[in-house]
């Protein structure tokens, strides 16, 4: 059956019939059992763009950590495997995606993650680190606003590894960020998609 648009993966509310699944995963050493259902990102297996983004990305060396965008928690749950000491917070508008990140954080026993809607997290927090595969598909403006939000959230010294593919944008978000002030480097590119390194300008 086809979604309808309130189907969406970026969508607050779900109406297609939740379908819970499990699957395990093998991705930059770890194995990992992942939480799916319908209507949320990464649903029975893991995208390409995500798999790239965990295997490639220079990895965090703790703090506060964000996943934006979870979906089911793919990336959250790698960085809090790879990180324990670090505290990781799973962040998504979809509050079906935000139940399938809590079941794949109890899954793998990971005590280190916040899954959260964007408002319940503190408004005076800022991350040593960002990782998202962001929702190219909400639309240039809409994803615009949301890399604005979060990205000024980043410490002086912070980070962010967004990974997008070529054909959905990845050179003129690159840009995009560039005119707002940010160093960009594109840090790897497999399978066609690019990871954008994003570190804030000097003043920041």
């Not at 194995?31 to 995500?50: I, K, P, S, Y």
């Not at 220079?58 to 809090?80: K, Q, V, W, Y």
């Not at 960020?177 to 000097?202: C, D, F, M, N, W």
């Amino acid at each position: 059956m086809a979604m309808t648009t309130s189907d969406h993966y970026f969508s607050e509310k779900q109406v297609s019939p939740s379908t819970p699944t499990t699957y395990a995963v093998n991705v930059r050493k770890l194995q990992l059992t992942l939480a799916g259902d319908r209507g949320v990102f990464n649903h029975g297996e893991l995208d390409w763009g995500t798999r790239v983004l965990l295997e490639n990305a220079p990895l965090p060396s703790g703090g506060e950590l964000l996943d934006l965008g979870c979906g089911g928690g793919a990336i959250a749950a790698a960085l809090a495997t790879l990180r324990p000491d670090a505290h990781v917070w799973a962040v998504d508008v979809n509050e079906r995606a935000r139940d399938v990140a809590r079941r794949t954080m109890t899954l793998n026993s990971l005590t280190n993650v916040t899954v959260a809607a964007p408002d319940e997290v503190p408004a005076e927090l800022v991350f040593d680190a960002i990782w998202s595969n962001p929702p190219i598909r909400i639309g240039k403006s809409e994803l615009h606003d949301l890399l604005d939000r979060w990205l000024a959230r980043l410490s002086s010294n912070g980070c962010a590894d967004l990974v997008v593919h070529k054909n959905l944008g990845s050179d003129s978000l690159a840009t995009w960020l560039s005119g707002r002030g940010y160093e960009v480097v594109r840090h790897a590119s497999k399978q066609g998609y690019r990871i954008l390194h994003v570190t804030p300008p000097p003043h920041f």
